[in-house]
Nanobody, 112 residues
Framework: QVQLVESGGGLVQPGGSLRLSCTASGIIFGDSVMEWYRQAPGKQRELVAGLASDGTTTYKDSVKGRFTISRDNAGNTGYLQMTNLKPEDTAVYYC??????WGQGTQVTVSS
């Protein structure tokens, strides 16, 4: 059974940083595509960043230069480092692996 557990969300002031983690069990993390999505209240879920098994990364335009996706294959954990956070980054963030497995989400709130 595949499980993804996210952590690292919280309340941060504009300009601050957070690092989200996504720890996987029941799947070989390094063989799979990992993605981070987010969903703000009243909005559709959107792709924020993706990391292919060959190391190729993709980012939503509005987070380029501020967010970095990475993973530790040995630890079966993925990360989303978020810097220079803005209020519009406020959302529930979800990790996804292999396009079909999802975590429960972690809330990120950017507010002064």
């Amino acid at each position: 059974q595949v499980q993804l557990v996210e952590s690292g969300g919280g309340l941060v002031q504009p300009g601050g940083s957070l690092r989200l983690s996504c720890t996987a069990s029941g799947i070989i993390f390094g063989d799979s595509v990992m993605e981070w999505y987010r969903q703000a209240p009243g909005k559709q879920r959107e792709l924020v960043a993706g990391l292919a098994s060959d190391g190729t990364t993709t980012y939503k335009d509005s987070v380029k230069g501020r967010f970095t996706i990475s993973r530790d294959n040995a630890g079966n954990t993925g990360y989303l480092q978020m810097t220079n956070l803005k209020p519009e980054d406020t959302a529930v963030y979800y990790c996804s692996v292999a396009y079909i497995y999802w975590g429960q989400g972690t809330q990120v709130t950017v507010s002064s």
